[in-house]
């Protein structure tokens, strides 16, 4: 009787040993905050969390600003050349639990800034971060390439920087006249009129007086 009680024991505790590993497998590492619609919400909205690479000179200046760069690239590219005072988190490092803690720390006066080689490699983290219920983060336009390799002159600015001019990933025309069966067929096509904000230029302030 003792030995069948024993086996009946085991059988439970192995069924519980089950059930408990089927819910650790079941429920996410880091569960989202944002609801679908509301995740879609913050993307449709992220011109509104975007910081140029201009004002970032003036940012750095300012020690009333309460801010922080975070770099999420490699730390080879990090070690080359960064924005002064960033904080280096790769992209396959945002999800640790160190890092997660730092965004923590941070309360939701202070800004974290993403930058990366280019924006696209910021907007991942950015998304990711955002759902896990972080909403005091942004994103640098242009990435550390632009940052670092163009004029930052806020009066000395083009209409249209280059990291607001979106050019098309593919040339479609180019690839009906390869594809067979279609190549034969003329297509003429324009492509749609480039349609992107414009930055007013600043006026420098005349200095001077009575």
Not at 20 to 46: F, G, K, V
Not at 94 to 110: N, V, Y
């Amino acid at each position: 009787m003792k030995k069948i009680n024993n086996l009946i024991a085991g059988a439970i505790a192995f069924v519980a040993v089950i059930f408990i590993a089927m819910i650790s497998i079941n429920q996410p590492e880091h569960p989202y905050e944002l609801s679908h619609d509301e995740a879609l919400d913050t993307t449709l909205a992220m011109a509104e969390m975007e910081v140029y690479p201009e004002d970032v000179p003036m940012m750095l200046e300012d020690s009333a600003s309460n801010h922080v760069f975070i770099d999420v690239r490699n730390p080879g590219e990090f070690i080359k050349g960064h924005i002064e005072g960033a904080k280096n988190i790769p992209v396959n490092s945002i999800l640790k639990e160190s890092s997660l803690e730092f965004f923590r720390e941070k309360d939701s006066a202070t800004t974290a800034i993403l930058y990366g080689k280019d924006q696209i490699q910021a907007n991942a983290p950015w998304m990711l971060l955002t759902q896990l219920g972080f909403n005091n983060i942004k994103v640098m336009k242009g990435g550390y390439e632009y940052y670092s390799t163009h004029s930052l002159d806020i009066y000395d600015m083009p209409a249209i920087p280059e990291y607001m001019i979106e050019e098309p990933m593919y040339d479609y025309q180019q690839v009906v006249e390869e594809t067979p069966g279609i190549g034969d067929v003329k297509v003429e096509t324009e492509g749609p009129e480039k349609v992107v904000p414009k930055r007013k230029k600043k006026e420098r302030q005349v200095e001077g007086g009575c």
